[in-house]
Each structure stands twice: as structure tokens, then as C-alpha cells.
């Protein structure tokens, strides 16, 4: 039997005590706690075990595939990309198991498109948008993906927007940067790859009537979101000299998309005279999850951050004129964290059954709260907001509506030894009949 090679960078004694000594298909139900999470589309056997109180995914690849993979994780992690976290790799001669931290609240597509209605315009643009923002994240990164498709990158919610993570990096390739030729072959893969996805879950829902043609012009404009971001932060205007306006307004742009600028420069333009041009350095995306957590210290998505600093800001504004005084910002973000913020938040939470996260609750309540009371022509307060929620009669469209999607991890039933039947990790439990 060939020697085991165990590489963890996390010393959970429950991860250590995991038979790795056995290839991962022959691993005992009865002996290691696997659980019954839906497992997307995949090549390689993916299994999930609970160690030390936490979720991990184990997928079982070759030494080769599984090494290159831990390491294109780790780097990923280290320019702080959105991807799933490599947590370890057992090698048993030439094959081997990749261990990643399972991306809690997270979706694979298909289980969050086939619990939507097909015509969930508002929901699917917020999918594909959450993609070619992970793309355009990886390129100016000098990650060619490789394999970008619907079935390699996990959603989560995040505030009214969603968040892509890749979680399939055994073709990723690091570059000091990407050439016009690498983000196109990498724009063509994603193209095909997700039109591939979306038509088969046009398939499973019996809907392949216009499916393809469908499929195509939505894959195209996720390349079409991919460009205008690409072109937004790369966009070098002219300035004249000693005219600050363009300049600003192009820097509240791209703080408005959530970046935080690192460099502004300007250098003289080369064929003019008196004019400027201007170049923006942006760090990572998340100019206003940090802005919120300088304020409060709470550490949240980057859209769930829009929406609590707005809230906030709101907040603030109503007791300035109820004081006819200033509120200095700090005192304002301390007093809205306790007094509302944290109650409006176990309010929220409870309100959907304590399901999820409560930050992303809160964020559904504003925002049904929000739309409730457009729709009424006055503010309707937060007790029909709450009401909606528990009842999941959150107005169409809504971000808040896919809440009813999600489904909580601690609910997810644990597998049982059957040894005739081992456990089939590709099975989704709470599938649609197809
Ligand atoms: N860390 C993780 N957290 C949550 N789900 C995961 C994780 N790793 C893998 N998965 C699930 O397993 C599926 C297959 O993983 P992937 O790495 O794409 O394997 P393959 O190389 O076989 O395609 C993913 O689509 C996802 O649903
Ligand atoms: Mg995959």
C-alpha cells in the first residue's frame, strides 16, 4: 500500500483522525461523518464531512491535479480573490484528496435556478453579474481561470447583490498579467461553459423550447458585463489641468461599484498640451465593508455593507433633525449598532426562522420594508416587512425572495452507514423531481 503525506493547515484533531490512509470511495459511512450536502456538477467524487464541529469538502483527484489545485487556492486566498479555502491534501501514491472549507449559505446554480421561476429576470441578472465581477477580480489578478462555468463557482447572498466564489481551481494558471489573447480565450471557455449550464437546467425543468437561443444571449451578456466592468476600471480620461470635477466624479463611480481607490495618478497627457490624463489604482472590492467596519467593527459583505451604511446614514439624518444638532458619524454608527442594527437584526433572524445569516436578514428587511412601502406610498414600518418575511410573501423580485431558497446547513440530513447502498455524493435532496 503506498505512504500516506498529510498536509493540513489546520490542526483539527477530527481532520487528523480521518482514515486517509483508504482511498476516500471506500471510507466507511459508518465510521466518518459524512453529510448529504448537494454536490454540483462535477468530474471527481466530491464527498463532505463534519470534523471538529465544521463542514469540509473532500473531492478525490490526482496527486498531480490535487497539489496544483492546493496550491492555486492558497495564492488566491493570499491576494484576497473570493474562492473557496484549501484547508489540506492527503497524497496516497498518485491519487489524493483536496480538502477545502465548505463555503457555508452558499448555492451552486442549479439548485437556486430550479427554485426559481424561469422568468426570474431580476435574480438570474444578479448570478451573472456576481460571475463577470469574479472574472474581471481573477484578471486583474493574473488568474487565467481556465474553467469558468456556473458549475465551478458557488453564490452567496449579499445584501441586494450576490457574491460568485470559484470553487474549481485545478486549471487556474498565475500570470504578472493577463494578455488581451488570455482574457479572451478565458471569456470564450466562460461563454461556452455557461450557456452549457443554463441550458441544462432548462433541460431538467422540461422548458428546452428557446432554450439554447436563450442560453447563448445570456452567456454573451455575462462577457458584456465582464467588458463594461473591465473598461470602468480601466478607463483613463483626459483632464484638463486644474479641473477637478471629471476627476472626482470618476473616482465617486468607482467607490460607488465598491472599489476603494489605492492610486490616483495624473501625468501629462503625451500628445497634448495642458491636458492630463488620469489613472486609477483600485484595491480589492470593498470600499464600503470597510468603511463599515472602521465605523462599527462589523465585518460583512461588501453589499451587505451598501445597505447598512445607507440605513445608517438614514438613521443618523432623522436624529440630527429630531436633535436640531449635529450627531458626530462615530457616535451616529455606535448609537445605530446598538440601538438598531442589533435588534433589528435578531428581529429579522427570527423572522425567517432563524435560517441564514442575521446581517443578510436585516438587509431583506430593509429592503422589503423598502418596497412594501413604494408600493403603499408611505412608510409602512417594520412590522409588515417582518410579517412578509415569515410568511415568504416578499414582493417579486425582490432580493429578499430567494431567502426562501436557502436551506440551513443544520437541517441537511447526515448520511447513514447503508453498506449496499453507499452514499451517492452527487445526489441533491431537495431537488425538484426531474
Ligand atoms: N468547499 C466547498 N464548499 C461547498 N461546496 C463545494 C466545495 N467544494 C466543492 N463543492 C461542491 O462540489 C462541486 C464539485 O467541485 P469541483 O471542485 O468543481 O469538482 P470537479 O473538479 O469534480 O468539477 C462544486 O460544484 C460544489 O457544488
Ligand atoms: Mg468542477
Known amino acids: 500500500m503506498a505512504a500516506l503525506e498529510l498536509r493540513l493547515r489546520e490542526a483539527s484533531p477530527g481532520l487528523l483522525a480521518l482514515p486517509w490512509h483508504d482511498h476516500l470511495a471506500r471510507w466507511d459511512p459508518g465510521a466518518v461523518a ?6 454540483g456538477p462535477s468530474r471527481h467524487l466530491v464527498r463532505f464531512v463534519e470534523a471538529d464541529g465544521l463542514l469540509w469538502a473532500l473531492k478525490a483527484l490526482s496527486r498531480h ?22 484547508a489540506g491534501v492527503a497524497l496516497l501514491g498518485d491519487d489524493a484528496v483536496l480538502v477545502t472549507r465548505y463555503l457555508e449559505r452558499s448555492w451552486q446554480y442549479r439548485r437556486l435556478l430550479l427554485r426559481l421561476p424561469d422568468d426570474a429576470e431580476g435574480h438570474r441578472a444578479r448570478l451573472f453579474e456576481a460571475l463577470a465581477s469574479l472574472l474581471v477580480d481573477l484578471h486583474r489578478n493574473g488568474v487565467f ?5 456556473l458549475a465551478n463557482t458557488l453564490f452567496s447572498r449579499d445584501g441586494q447583490v450576490v457574491q460568485a466564489w470559484l470553487v474549481d481551481a485545478e486549471t487556474a494558471e498565475f500570470h504578472p498579467a493577463l494578455s488581451e489573447g488570455q482574457r479572451r480565450a478565458d471569456l470564450e471557455i466562460m461563454t461556452e461553459n455557461v450557456a452549457g449550464g443554463l441550458v441544462d437546467v432548462a433541460a431538467r425543468r422540461g422548458a428546452l423550447a428557446g432554450a439554447h437561443d436563450r442560453a447563448l444571449a445570456e452567456a454573451t451578456g455575462v462577457g458584456e458585463r465582464y467588458q463594461r466592468l473591465w473598461e470602468l476600471l480601466h478607463r483613463r480620461p483626459t483632464v484638463a489641468s486644474g479641473a477637478p470635477d471629471p476627476v472626482a466624479a470618476h473616482l465617486r463611480t468607482l467607490e460607488g461599484a465598491g472599489f476603494a481607490v489605492d492610486e490616483v495618478r495624473l501625468e501629462p497627457a503625451q500628445d497634448d498640451t495642458g491636458q492630463l490624463r488620469l489613472s486609477v489604482e483600485v484595491a480589492a472590492r470593498r470600499f464600503h465593508a470597510e468603511r463599515l467596519r472602521a465605523l462599527t467593527g462589523l465585518d460583512v459583505g461588501e453589499g451587505q455593507a451598501q445597505v447598512l451604511l445607507g440605513d445608517l446614514r438614514s438613521h443618523r439624518e432623522r436624529w440630527q433633525r429630531q ?19 442589533t435588534p433589528g437584526a435578531a428581529r429579522a433572524h427570527a423572522a425567517q426562522h432563524h435560517r441564514g445569516d442575521p446581517v443578510q436578514a436585516y438587509c431583506d428587511l430593509l429592503e422589503v420594508r423598502w418596497l412594501l412601502s413604494e408600493r403603499e406610498g408611505r412608510d409602512v414600518g417594520d412590522e409588515p416587512a417582518l410579517e412578509a418575511l415569515a410568511r415568504h410573501l416578499t414582493p417579486t423580485g425582490a432580493a429578499a425572495e430567494v431567502s426562501v431558497v436557502d436551506v440551513p446547513t443544520e437541517e441537511l440530513p447526515v448520511v447513514v452507514a447503508e453498506p449496499e447502498s453507499p452514499p451517492d455524493g452527487h445526489r441533491d435532496p431537495t431537488s425538484p423531481p426531474t
Do not use: I, K
Open 34 to 39: 459524512f453529510r448529504d450536502l448537494p454536490v
Open 65 to 86: 491535479s490535487a497539489l496544483r489545485e492546493y496550491e492555486a487556492l492558497r495564492v488566491m486566498e493570499a491576494r484576497g480573490l473570493s474562492a473557496v479555502r484549501a
Open 145 to 149: 481561470w481556465g474553467d469558468c462555468s
Open 323 to 341: 436633535r436640531h444638532t449635529t450627531v458626530p458619524e462615530s457616535l451616529g454608527a455606535r448609537e445605530w449598532l446598538s440601538d438598531v442594527f
